[in-house]
């Protein structure tokens, strides 16, 4: 009964809300020529980069200067003019080439899209849907009084298994559970998810996220349609979390994460 889809059904289409994506030559002043030639299959500049970046340690070399780069600069500056941007734009040839994301940005509102069973990115849901799929995991695994999940899995779920300070494929200090996402404490803008201490879900591509915090019995749903920059959270779904975890009272987000207090269950 929850309203979630992996693999949307054919009745249901007519209450998809059009995806968009972020506007980046707009966001970043990217000129128009440029970015036609950076983003169009058919343009000399597209396929200049693509044979570029075929040679596997040019590719390599070429993800990691963007990372440093990126990395080195204010959040609030933007990102320089040209491939560093480009990496980080989903629809962008270069982005395309590294991240190996078989073209879904530019078909994510199509029916095949919609209808396809993609774990990692294929799931369609209200607000209210995802934070009802993320109760039970809230709730120590227990779904309308019936246990659905242990609470050795739910431990699982809720202890950090992987942390790195530099994510290969994200550009970022990220960190894991077994299955879930944990805060990722991060200067990149765009790339940063603050939740509880406890808590574990999944951000989102655009600033989406949905996550369980069983130390305040907490299910958390966000979703959109106009996509914001970064692979974590960007700033609209990140106040919404704050807002919450203020009113349960937590301390404070300091360490990393939006610590327990004195309103925490378990």
Not at 130 to 159: D, K
């Amino acid at each position: 009964g929850i309203d979630l889809f992996l693999g949307l059904p054919a009745n249901e289409e007519h209450r998809v809300s059009r995806t968009r994506m972020i506007d980046f030559p707009a966001e970043f002043g990217i000129p128009p020529r440029l970015w036609n030639a950076m983003s169009d299959p058919t343009s000399r500049g597209y396929k200049a980069i693509a044979a570029i970046l075929s040679v596997p340690a040019i590719r390599s070399v070429a993800a990691k200067a963007a990372v440093k780069q990126a990395l080195r600069r204010d959040p609030d500056d933007g990102i320089p003019l040209g491939i560093v941007r480009s990496l980080l734009d989903p629809r962008s040839a270069a982005f395309g080439l590294l991240m190996n994301s078989g073209d879904h940005f530019n078909h994510v509102n199509s029916r095949a899209a919609h209808a396809g069973e993609i774990p990692a990115g294929g799931a369609c849901a209200s607000a209210f849907g995802l934070a009802s799929m993320y109760a039970p995991l809230a709730l120590g695994g227990v779904h309308h009084g019936a246990r659905i999940v242990s609470e050795e899995a739910i431990a699982r779920m809720r202890i950090p298994q992987a942390a790195t300070a530099m994510d290969c494929v994200l550009g970022g200090p990220t960190s894991y559970t077994l299955g879930f996402s944990k805060s990722w404490p991060n200067t990149l803008r765009g790339g940063s998810v603050f939740i509880g201490e406890d808590a574990f879900g999944t951000p989102g591509a655009g600033g989406q996220m949905g996550f369980a915090d069983p130390a305040y019995g907490l299910a958390f749903g966000y979703v959109m349609n106009r996509h914001g920059a970064g692979t974590g959270m960007n700033e609209r779904g990140q106040s919404l979390v704050d807002a919450v975890y203020r009113c349960l009272g937590s301390p404070g987000r300091e360490t990393g994460c939006w610590r327990r207090g004195a309103s925490a269950v378990g």
